[in-house]
């Protein structure tokens, strides 16, 4: 039975909603190049390792984990069925696809935009994807790209200020190992949950597409581009203290709620829930061969995901402070663009698919979330 | 394959969404009243007619077409799972259940308002029910109320000046048959939408349960209480054109696409799609012994599920109109009470509890429209 506890979990805000000139469906094209260029894996991965002719049904089940809004879910979606056509089966399959993300997605923009004509049915799934979403076994197909890296939830101890672990004055976990750790414990809770979850869902022999940003193996936080360029991020929000716009204990208590985890610490975590095969595997980097970004257009970027949660944090509702916000942080990229220097890079991202074991899951210790 | 054709149909705007003063989600309370009166046949009908024992998999799936915002949706979902816990099964069950609305519908306030904690997965499901929304066989109860009166667009022939049929200065069809047939073809058209669409993705044994407000047999629409308050709607509007805030034009062209069937009728378009047979079919009057009602409130209700239609129509921004339109529909309601007299009402609820029939789908005629 479903408990219903998907709304009991703590829900980071949402990427911006609606089309305008700071929503993520008009600012989501960096993620559109990763997943572009991850295209050919996530078709390659569906045509060998996808058993088309055991499906029970002839319904095709997909499902989108954090889907957010605009075209970049549509795509990955058709991906997914335009592999299914090249191959050779007597089946005439249909599709239903299952968009799922947090509560507060805007899912109406999500409807008004769907594809037409499109070759699937489509639902709206609201909800937390580190918990049960679907019932058991229904989905062949689960997919989730650029959304992992996003944690369910601060690590309480970071903005405890009687914790060794306190991140005062920083937003990401750059400032010591304690808060790295931290971070890295609570992606540990994240991905148990999400995988218990999927485990559950996903009928014996289906496939998880995902696609999350991560950094090489034996790297210090502090060695990479993201975290350096989310420390200046942090340093906006400080200068906004200093002038008198934002207050230093909200600025204290703020921590962006990302996580890169590594390759190595990724397989860990499949292989500690025990429930898939690791089938594929792989690093890819689509902006390795890119020049220097356009720094207006990825403050931009960085405004669509985390504008929700400045507001909502920060209680501010003025448009001014926004815009002064992410226009420093546009102008202090631009001074560093060493951090932008894609031989210095440590980070890429992680294509894998994994296929849910045969197992009996009433006998697993599976655990609902 | 789906064809992806949901979208082409000509859309009616859906309830009010939010949750303000003249949102649907406040001003659904005549409907609910029809949903608990119809609660025990609801659930008798669940307990005599679904087989439980012979579902092929532990996930009971349910969809409410037309689920609009609002208590009453949940509430119906509600019933029904509740239903299921009195069989004496050996059955772990798993409940997923979609909510069905047109596009338009305010899904994002659907989904902030689900009810917390839930025995179910939830999901949306954006698109006409007057076709195909979900893949074949994958539902085992349908439930729709208060929906089906609405057709999916004004027969074509009223809005016409050069035809017999043009349906000038009224906004239902009081003024003639003529008018009154040519809405009677767009419900029969609409109909088979909805039965062809609903005998395809339901599965043999699962059941189709449906409440809809309808006419006694043999009488004519002039006859009926809710024809009659329509008219004094419409000369609400034709008053607003005499004061020179609306355009006579968009007067003689607008008309409610609303139509009350009768229980022939309604039975012989179900026996005429052939793929359930009828269960259950029973009329009831969930106001009967009420006295007269707030006026205000009901002409609120009327608001919340029209105002969409009319500002689309006539391109009407301004509140105050809005607000003089739906004031005087309440005053003309409170000066003709008579319609309103319960031992001269001809109108009634239809409850139908359809079976869908073993057979074999790919034989069928059904059209996917």
């Known amino acids: 039975m479903a408990t219903g506890r998907t709304m009991e979990v703590g829900e980071t805000c949402p990427m911006n909603g609606g089309d305008g000139p700071y929503s993520y469906s008009q600012n989501s094209h960096y993620q559109r190049e990763a997943a572009d260029a ?17 499906l029970l049904s002839n319904t095709l089940k997909i499902a989108d984990f954090g889907c957010s809004v605009g075209a970049n879910t549509f795509q990955a979606v058709q991906n997914i069925i335009d592999a299914t056509k090249t191959f050779n089966s007597n089946k005439t399959l249909e599709f239903q696809v299952f968009f799922n993300d947090l509560t507060g997605n805007d899912f109406n923009n999500l409807f008004t935009t769907l594809p037409t004509p499109r070759e699937y049915f489509a639902a709206g799934v609201p909800g937390s994807f580190h918990c049960r979403l679907f019932p058991n076994a229904t989905l062949n197909i689960a997919h989730s790209s650029y959304s ?12 405890d200020r009687e914790s060794p672990t ?7 976990y750059t400032s010591n190992l304690k808060v790295f750790y931290a971070y890295s414990a609570q992606f540990k809770r994240d991905m148990e949950g ?15 597409l995902l696609l999350l940003p991560a950094c090489q193996d034996g790297f210090l936080p502090c060695e990479t581009s993201v975290s350096r360029q989310y420390d200046l991020f942090g340093s906006c929000l400080m200068d906004m203290v200093n002038m008198g716009m934002m207050s230093e204990e909200k600025m204290d208590s703020f921590n962006l709620p990302i996580y890169l985890t ?8 499949i292989e500690a829930n025990g429930c898939f095969t690791i089938e594929k595997m792989e690093n890819f980097n689509p902006y390795e061969n890119q020049d220097l970004p356009d720094f207006h257009v990825l403050a931009t970027h960085f405004r669509a995901a985390t504008e929700g949660l400045i507001r909502e ?26 951090l932008f220097d894609m031989k210095n890079m440590k980070e890429f991202i992680i294509f894998a698919c994994l ?8 006998a697993e210790k599976n655990q609902n979330c």
Chains 1, 2 share one sequence.
């Open 38 to 54: 991850a295209k050919t894996m996530i078709m390659d991965s569906i045509l060998d390792k996808l058993d088309i002719q055991n």
């Open 148 to 159: 992992l890296h996003w944690l369910s939830r601060v690590p309480e101890e970071v903005v």
């Open 166 to 172: 306190w991140n005062k004055g920083r937003v990401h």
């Open 194 to 208: 999400f995988f218990n979850a999927r485990a559950q869902e996903i009928v014996g022999g289906g496939l998880m």
């Open 262 to 269: 590594s390759p190595m610490e990724f397989r860990e975590l």
């Open 313 to 338: 944090h920060f209680g501010i509702k003025s448009r001014k402070i926004m815009e002064e916000l992410y226009d420093r942080f546009a102008d202090k990229m631009a001074e560093n663009t060493h």
């Open 355 to 362: 296929k849910r074991k045969n197992v009996d899951f009433n």
